[in-house]
C-alpha cells in the first residue's frame, strides 16, 4: 500500500494561484498512477488530474490550460499547479492512487487516497 498526504491549500481570490503538493510514502514504486480529486460541499468527488509514469496526463474539461500536474519521482510527491483559480474550483482536494496503466480519472479505479487539503477561492 502506499500512504498520502496532501499540502498546500488555503484561501485566495479569483485568477490567483495555489500548488499543491501530495508526499507518497510506503510501496511507492509499485505501478502506481496517480490523480487529483476534488470533493465541493454539495458535489460528487470529481477527477481533475491524472499522470503516469512516462509523465503523460489527463484533464478534466473544467481545468484544462489551467491546471498542470506533474511529480518528482525521486521526492515522491504529486504536484497540481493552479493558475487563475474561479471560485467554482473551491473545493476539498485529494490525491489519490491506483494501480492502472491507462489514462482514467474514474474513482472507483482509485484505491489509496489522502485525506485531503482545502482549496477556497473567493470572487
Known amino acids: 500500500h502506499v500512504q498520502l498526504v496532501e499540502s498546500g491549500g488555503g484561501s485566495v481570490q479569483a485568477g490567483g494561484s495555489l500548488r499543491l503538493s501530495c508526499s507518497a510514502s510506503?510501496?511507492?514504486?509499485?505501478?502506481?498512477?496517480m490523480a487529483w480529486f476534488r470533493q465541493g460541499p454539495e458535489n460528487a468527488r470529481e477527477g481533475v488530474a491524472q499522470?503516469?509514469?512516462?509523465?503523460?496526463?489527463v484533464y478534466a474539461d473544467s481545468v484544462k490550460g489551467r491546471f498542470t500536474i506533474s511529480q518528482d519521482a525521486a521526492k515522491n510527491t504529486l504536484y497540481l499547479q493552479m493558475v487563475n483559480l474561479k471560485p467554482e474550483d473551491s473545493a476539498m482536494y485529494f490525491c489519490a492512487a491506483a494501480k492502472i496503466g491507462f489514462p482514467s480519472l474514474a474513482r472507483y479505479l482509485y484505491t489509496e487516497w489522502g485525506p485531503g487539503t482545502q482549496v477556497t477561492v473567493s470572487s
Open positions: 510506503g510501496t511507492t514504486n509499485s505501478g502506481y498512477c
Open positions: 499522470i503516469e509514469a512516462d509523465g503523460s496526463a
